[in-house]
Structures are given as structure tokens and as C-alpha cells.
């Protein structure tokens, strides 16, 4: 059963520590975003990939997040340093280009004390 | 920019019809979504519509598309408790490159 796969699924961390967050997307969907949640903003998007290649981070805080794809089979989300305002679920999802059809993972959620 | 918008509430009486609409800004919108979320879980795709469809019915499921008005709605048949979720519309375009787009997420909540 193909599915998109978070990792941690729950991470609490200090103020200023350095957040790694992966996916693995489909295999063969070639496009993912990275998707945060939180009560007062919904869900924003935050940066997505085509084909491993950035095509919108306009999303991201600049100055201390930043988003990769290393190869085909995984997708990082990195905060450093984190902050209280980064707690959210970070969702990350793949699209399938057949269909159009887009898939979420079950999320990242990110508690910053 | 491109704008996705709902309403946050609804209220339904069990077994009856519940109608979740939604408005888009993105003319070139061509796959339209909706998302269930229940808590603690991450997005469940309901189904999809293309923007050349008026409407899709899957089971319990009615997907109204104005196009003219870029205007959606999802309409749940007999309403159950199981029902009660935020649902979450969202827009994108035709290309493997195009963003998608969510809204805020309609809360529904199912009265005995």
C-alpha cells in the first residue's frame, strides 16, 4: 500500500535547536510540498519540488528554514534555530502526475519550547 | 496571489445533507480537492473534480463545480457521526509544476 511517510512523527525541542524533519513520498511521484498547520494560519504552503528541483519556497522563512531533496526518495524540512512560533504539524505530500491526485503523509508535529 | 476560502463551521442534524462550499481565486484552476481531516491525522483525499466537470458523485458524495463563479461545494448524503471532521478544499493547476492550494478547513460537526 503506497503511502507518503513522515518522519518523527513527534519531536519536542528547545528553543534554538536544530529541527531535521524527512519524507519519503511515493515512489514515482515526482512532485512534493511541504505543508505546515496551525489553528490561526490553516494549512500554508510552505515549498515544493519538482523533479528534486525547488520551485517555491516563496512560503519558508528564509532566514532559518530551509527545505531539500537529496535524491528521488527524500524530502527534508529544516529549522535552525527554531523558535516558539515554529510549533505547527508540518505535512508533507506527493502528487501523482497521471492523475493529479495529491497524498499526504500523516505529519510532522514540532513542539518548540 | 492565489486564495482558496471556506467557512469554518457548519452544523448538520444526523441523517441529514451537509453542503461545504468553497470559492477560488485561480481561473486556471483545473484539479479541484477535497481533503478530510480527522484529529490527530493528516489529510485523507475524499475525491477530485477537472475544471471541464460540472459534477462528480462518488457514493455519499456530490461535487458541485462552478466554474463561471469558481465556486465548489461538497455535499455529504445522510449525514453520520463519522462524518464529523474538518474538510479542507483545495485548488491547483493542470501541471505536475503548479502549487496547490488549500483553505482554511470547514469544521463540521454532527448534532444527535
Known amino acids: 500500500d503506497a503511502r507518503v511517510t513522515q518522519t518523527p512523527r513527534h519531536k519536542v525541542t528547545e528553543m534554538g535547536q536544530e529541527v531535521t524533519m524527512r519524507c519519503q513520498p511515493i515512489l514515482g511521484h515526482n512532485t512534493v510540498f511541504w505543508y505546515r498547520q496551525t489553528m490561526m494560519q490553516g494549512l500554508e504552503l510552505l515549498a515544493y519540488?519538482?523533479?528534486?528541483?525547488?520551485?517555491?519556497d516563496s512560503g519558508m522563512p528564509k532566514d532559518r528554514f530551509s527545505a531539500e531533496m537529496p535524491d528521488a526518495t527524500l524530502a527534508t524540512l529544516k529549522i535552525q534555530p527554531s523558535e516558539p512560533r515554529d510549533s505547527a504539524v508540518y505535512f508533507c505530500?506527493?502528487?501523482?502526475?497521471?492523475?493529479?491526485?495529491?497524498?499526504f503523509g500523516e505529519g510532522s508535529r514540532l513542539t518548540v519550547l | 496571489g492565489e486564495d482558496v476560502e471556506q467557512s469554518l463551521f457548519l452544523s448538520v442534524r444526523e441523517g441529514d445533507s451537509s453542503v461545504i462550499n468553497c470559492t477560488y481565486t485561480d481561473s486556471s484552476s483545473t484539479y479541484l480537492y477535497w481533503y478530510k481531516q480527522e484529529p490527530g491525522a493528516g489529510l485523507q483525499l475524499l475525491t477530485y473534480i477537472f475544471s471541464n466537470m460540472d459534477m462528480k458523485q462518488d457514493q455519499r458524495l456530490t461535487v458541485l463545480l462552478n466554474k463561471k463563479d469558481k465556486h465548489l461545494s461538497l455535499r455529504i448524503a445522510d449525514t453520520q457521526t463519522g462524518d464529523s471532521a474538518i474538510y479542507f478544499c483545495?485548488?491547483?493547476?493542470?501541471?505536475?509544476?503548479?502549487?496547490?492550494?488549500f483553505g482554511s478547513g470547514t469544521r463540521l460537526s454532527i448534532r444527535p
Open positions: 519540488f519538482r523533479n528534486r528541483a525547488p520551485l517555491d
Open positions: 505530500a506527493s502528487r501523482d502526475s497521471n492523475t493529479g491526485e495529491l497524498f
Open positions: 483545495a485548488a491547483g493547476g493542470y501541471s505536475s509544476a503548479s502549487k496547490i492550494i
